[in-house]
């Protein structure tokens, strides 16, 4: 039996890992735990290059095939049994994006296992981080920001330079808040009434 699930991230497009959590990936690769982001739409070409951005970080990418996304979220989550989860978050702006946090969401209210995995649950920032989306959880990476840049230039097909600009200016912006040089965001959110226990990751 291998290592178990830390983090597991259930994202919709291969490079949503990186830019919303690059860094902290990173990080927590270095600190010796496992890490899978587990990817809704893809094809060769995306794949490829998400096979080569999770082998610069160091962690595992599982990709949907032929199954419903509700079935296919619903399995993640029990093949992972995760420590921590992470996705999208409900007022993301992109359809997708929104689509599997609700979706997310659904499979964690049906699960009979919610009160044993994940024990903490957090969505990711969005385009346009508001104070409508809540107190975050920022996590410094200021150490890991230049590893999470070259993991992003990996998406050849998705501009890498446009996706190094928008993490760049998140990135600051939340490390202002922690007089870090860079940091991500990460909100918690209610299941069913119950919110996971709130500390700096892992």
Same mark, same amino acid.
């Given at each position: 039996m291998?290592?178990?699930?830390? $983090?597991?991230l259930l994202v919709a497009h291969c490079d949503d890992a990186e830019l919303w959590a690059g860094g902290t990936i990173c990080r927590l690769i270095h600190q010796g735990y496992r890490v899978v982001a587990a990817i809704t739409h893809h094809n060769s070409v995306r794949k490829r290059e998400a096979a080569s /951005?999770?082998?610069l970080l160091g962690y595992e990418v599982w990709y949907r095939e032929r199954t419903s996304v509700i079935d296919w979220t619903r399995t993640c989550l029990r093949k992972?049994?995760?420590?921590? $989860? =992470?996705t999208h978050h409900s007022l993301d702006p992109h359809f997708e994006h929104h689509q599997l946090s609700q979706l997310t969401l659904r499979a964690l209210t049906k699960s009979r296992q919610r009160s044993v995995y994940p024990r903490r649950w957090y969505w990711f920032d969005?385009?346009? /981080?508001t104070e409508e989306l809540g107190c975050p959880v920022l996590i410094d990476i200021s150490g890991e920001f230049t590893?999470?840049?070259s993991a992003l230039e990996c998406h050849r097909s998705q501009e890498p330079s446009s996706l190094v600009t928008m993490a760049?200016? =998140?990135n600051q912006l939340h490390g202002q808040?922690?007089?870090a040089e860079y940091a991500e965001a990460f909100?918690?959110?209610?299941l069913l009434g119950r919110w996971p226990k709130l500390r700096e990751l892992p």
């Open positions: 291998g290592k178990p699930i830390y $983090l597991l /951005s999770a082998a992972a049994r995760p420590e921590v $989860l =992470m969005t385009y346009y /981080s590893r999470k840049c760049r200016a =998140m808040r922690i007089r909100f918690p959110f209610a």
